[in-house]
């Protein structure tokens, strides 16, 4: 079964750093695009950044300059930097990942969410 195990939220104050970590596992073709989804008290989930297998990144506007994706390929494992914290970047962290499945066709993942809370 695919599983999505994240590590790395916790309490930072503004302006500082932090980075997330996501080890997916259980795909037998491995994963292709992987990404960062956050959300914050009543608000909808929204998409932080994604990349490709190849390397490739998308980031929202909000952090764009501030946050950096990046991937291990050998330990299916994603990344998120986050720098020059912002009390509005405190959110629930969720990483994402596609992939292969020859029973069901293409899927997704989900991890369980990590906390980020950047106080003023």
């Known amino acids: 079964q695919v599983q999505l195990v994240e590590s790395g939220g916790g309490l930072v104050q503004a302006g500082g750093s932090l980075t997330l970590s996501c080890a997916a596992s259980?795909?037998?073709?491995?994963?292709?695009?992987m990404g960062w989804y956050r959300q914050a008290p009543g608000k909808q989930r929204e998409l932080v950044a994604t990349i490709t297998s190849g390397g490739s990144t998308n980031y929202a506007d909000s952090v764009k300059g501030r946050f950096a994706i990046s991937r291990d390929n050998a330990k299916n494992t994603v990344y998120l930097q986050m720098n020059s914290l912002k009390p509005e970047d405190t959110a629930i962290y969720y990483c994402?990942?596609?992939?292969?499945?020859?029973?069901?066709?293409?899927?997704?993942?989900w991890g369980q969410g990590t906390l980020v809370t950047v106080s003023s």
């Open positions: 994402n990942a596609d992939y292969f499945d020859p029973s069901m066709g293409y899927d997704e993942g």
């Open positions: 259980g795909s037998m073709f491995g994963f292709n695009v």
